[in-house]
């Protein structure tokens, strides 16, 4: 590149500076989406993570085991619900997790993919899907989670589904984000003995509370992971563009300093033959 | 008075996370109210008033769905909407009932329309019940 004339140096600047504006815009909106995702991610924890200490209690408590949700479907599909995003440019993050969950997929697995990237990636891959209502991420509303959630159950208790697992990714922190998949039905049972005085009084009854509370359950698992993904995406793609807006000053920084160097270059040229021209005459 | 530990959740965020002498809430089933050493006990929640007990002062509140647990002396009520009497906005609540009683009153809806508007106007009846803080 060093014998780039200047002219061509200016142009590989400006070409370098448009990219760097739009790095630097796309980091400042995600900087302000990460804000709003973080605030709902870190308001819906507490939900989740009751949600789930609670289901886990009844699971270790629990010695009634007629309800069909403690039980695998060996005929039906295994299912997997999967988070990704709607948009690439985001480092990592929907590479990760879209690899995490198709690897750890079985044959013959459905998938309902969530986000864009997630339909994309699942169609491409040949993996049965459920449905695409729900392509955009960000549309997704607290009320969408809970009709997947029944629609879900629903397939468990008919027996179309055989299993169900989560795909989401983890809200750390601002630099880390981790994928991680969670199995929702069967709901775990503890094979551990217990003595009977500890049972658990269910009202009005064991099969009727569970048809009621895991539906709920899975909407509330659901609608958290998706919080937890969105914060995610915003904050992978902040940190992604922030690298690469830093990327660009160094290249924009190394170009002209190239571009003066050119110019000086060419100065001393002009002068040395304006000098030699001289002496001749 | 003994205690227990309770915890209220909603998608929202946690509503209450400390001690209480008892909580009052509509099951399922019907009123029920949980008073410390309670049994293990699992069951849905309806819509209705909440209120919680603490050194004498009751706290209430609007409760719509949702699961209660007690475990081990551990009370959990997930609730789908929890709003403490102060927070619940009446003038919102008043023009949903119209709004549902409005629906309602159309003839052509269909059953999950209808459904739908009958719990909207249940829910906007149960926010409104509530005594102002």
Not at chain 1, 47 to 74: G, K, R, V, W
Not at chain 1, 218 to 227: K, N, P, Q, R, S
């Amino acid at each position: 590149m060093a014998g780039l004339s200047t002219k061509a140096i200016k142009t590989r600047i400006k070409s370098m500076q448009s990219t760097r504006q739009i790095t630097k815009a796309m980091e400042l909106v995600a900087a302000s989406k990460l804000r709003s995702a973080q605030a709902k991610a870190i308001s819906s924890r507490p939900y989740f993570q009751t949600l789930y200490a609670a289901m886990d209690e009844i699971a270790d408590t629990n010695n009634d085991f007629t309800s069909p949700y403690l039980h695998a479907n060996p005929n039906g599909k295994p299912a997997y619900v999967v988070i990704a995003g709607d948009r690439g440019l985001a480092g990592g993050y929907n590479n990760n997790i879209l690899k995490l969950a198709y690897s750890q997929m079985e044959e013959g697995a459905a998938v309902l993919p969530i986000g864009k990237k997630a339909v994309e990636y699942f169609k491409r891959k040949n993996v049965t899907v459920i449905t695409e209502s729900y392509a955009e991420a960000a549309s997704v509303s607290i009320g969408d989670c809970y009709t997947i959630a029944k629609m879900l159950a629903d397939g468990f208790l008919d027996g179309s589904f055989g299993k169900l697992t989560l795909g989401y990714t983890n809200f750390v922190s601002m630099l880390s984000q981790t994928p991680s998949t969670l199995d929702l039905l069967p709901l775990r049972v503890s094979t551990e003995k217990r003595p009977s005085q500890n049972t658990i009084l269910y009202e009005p009854g064991s099969e009727a509370v569970f048809n009621a509370i895991v539906p709920e359950y899975l909407g509330g698992v659901l609608y958290g992971a998706l919080c937890e993904s969105t914060a995610s995406e915003q904050a992978a793609r902040r940190t992604a563009m922030d690298s690469a807006t830093k990327n660009a000053d160094e290249i924009i920084d190394d170009l002209n300093l190239r571009y003066n160097r050119a110019r000086q270059g060419a100065i001393t040229q002009e002068i040395t033959e304006i000098v030699a021209g001289a002496e001749q005459s | 008075m003994s205690s227990f530990h309770l915890q209220i959740v909603t998608p929202d965020g946690l509503f209450y996370d400390g001690q209480a002498e008892s909580l009052n809430l509509r099951a399922a089933q019907g009123g029920l109210t949980i008073l410390p050493r309670h049994t293990n006990f699992v069951t849905t929640v309806g819509m209705g008033p909440a209120k919680v007990v603490l050194d004498g002062n009751a706290r209430t509140a609007a409760c719509i769905g949702g699961m209660l647990s007690v475990i081990n002396g551990e009370v959990r009520l997930i609730a789908t909407t929890f709003e403490w009497a102060e927070d619940i906005d009446r003038e919102r609540a008043k023009s949903a009932l119209e709004r549902a009683e409005a629906k309602l009153a159309d003839a052509s809806l269909s059953k999950e329309e209808h459904r739908l508007a009958e719990s909207a106007k249940r829910r906007a009846q149960v926010r409104l019940s509530i005594p102002q803080a």
